[in-house]
């Protein structure tokens, strides 16, 4: 390079400047046509609602991370044991998979208000509701991966012998490993998403409120500073669990798959 | 070589895909204990198909396809009497070398101090002593080939089949693993199925050459090499093995004439 900084260092100066350019140019924006912060507060007045506001934001935000977190680890849970099943079985994976598609197909927004009407306890709604939205792409990935073993190697398998299940330990599940793991990753966001769909339809529902009812709540009193500090706190929220389940992903596969071997290791 | 009692013997044995295209047209063949014999032929000969069906990969459509293995009932997927070799190395890349080597003994349910020590003296012998604990994707590609000769051969197999196993190797690494093929075949003198499209390659390593022709695939001639043994590198420049070379290609030649046009 010839700025005089590594690539790597590149990577993360690059979007840093176009970040600061883009707060720059939007807080004389704001100062300089005089728009009102109801219609778009300046990024120094969302920051000082982030101030004032944190405290209750965050204990929101756990509200919401909680709901999100026990979804992602059911759809993993579920999701692997489902694919499982697919595998074992070819006859359960035809009758079954489509609906799996239809659930994955039918937008959230519209079953969530049914699944808040059967299912009483709020929590377990809303939870219902993000595993729905985060379950299909770890079906699916792992039902591809699980499929995918090396046919010379299932040749050999079977010329010493091996039981179907060792050949689903030893050969079909490292295999679908990474599958897995890259539909984790996709699920990690699906389930922020879906808790927070869930969220604004059940409104308040219980006695905490999450950071989706707060946005509401924000828009209705015309806090918009609120609102977008409540925003920014949920797309923070989502990059630390893409970049978690991105390092943990590399760090299962760091041995042996191509998108996680240094490339100093070849 | 005196012709003691077969380990495999083919009778009249078929191959028909579910497409229509037959892969093999009538194979008689019996192959002596300890043998080194080649299949040696053009691609889409069948020389793979037959491999598998002999290893029990495969059902022959017709025909009989009869086993003799030491300890071994007849014709059952006789686990660990038989090594396979594969075109690829065929290894697991989330295991290491050591892992991938003990994959039979795995399969078989017990892996103790007396197997990990075979697992060690395979890996030796093929040379790769000390890489037990790297990754596949660490080894270059003669060695991942090693990997897998030592994984074939650490049950001690009676009969071994190879499947064009150093096709996608460079020259100067599968002159080595040539020689390295014919010292294991010597130590433990297991019954070798060997195939490959290289003339010089079958002469070289083998005891006997099967010539096929494609479509159907047919045995059309049976050549006994005729060599001194133990060979070694020697034996590429001697007189006997370019006229062997000779008599092996023209049959081929004469072979590829009988086929229809690919």
Redesign the interface.
Known sequence: MKLGIGRRGLRLAAPIAIGIVFLAAWEATVRLRGIPPYILPAPTAIAQSLWTDGPSLLGSLWVTLRITLAALAAAALFGGGIALLFARSRLLELSLFPYAVVLQVTPIVAIAPLVIIWVREPFLALLVCAWIVAFFPIVSNTTVGLNSADRNLLALFRLYGASPGQILLYLRMPTALPYFLAGLRISGGLALIGAVVAEFVAGTGGAETGLAFRILEAGYRLAIPRMFAALLLLSLTGIVIYLLLDWLSRQLLRHWHESAIAPEDE | MTMSEPVVVLRGVTKRFASGLEALGGVDLAVARGEFLSLLGPSGCGKSTLL?IV???AEPTTGICDLRLAGAPSKS?A??R?G?V?Q?P?L????TVARNVE??F???GRVRAAERDRVAASLSAVGLAGFEQA????LSGGMRMRVSIARALVTEPDLLLLDEPFAALDEITRLALNDDLLLLWEAHRPTILFVTHSVFESVYLSTRIAVMRPRPGRIVADLPVRLPQPRDRGVRTSAAYAAMCETVSTALAAAMAQAPAP
């Open positions: 598998r290893a029990g990969l997927i686990a660990g038989i396979f594969f690829d065929t697991m890349p989330w295991s994959l039979p795995r399969i078989a990754y596949p994707h660490q």
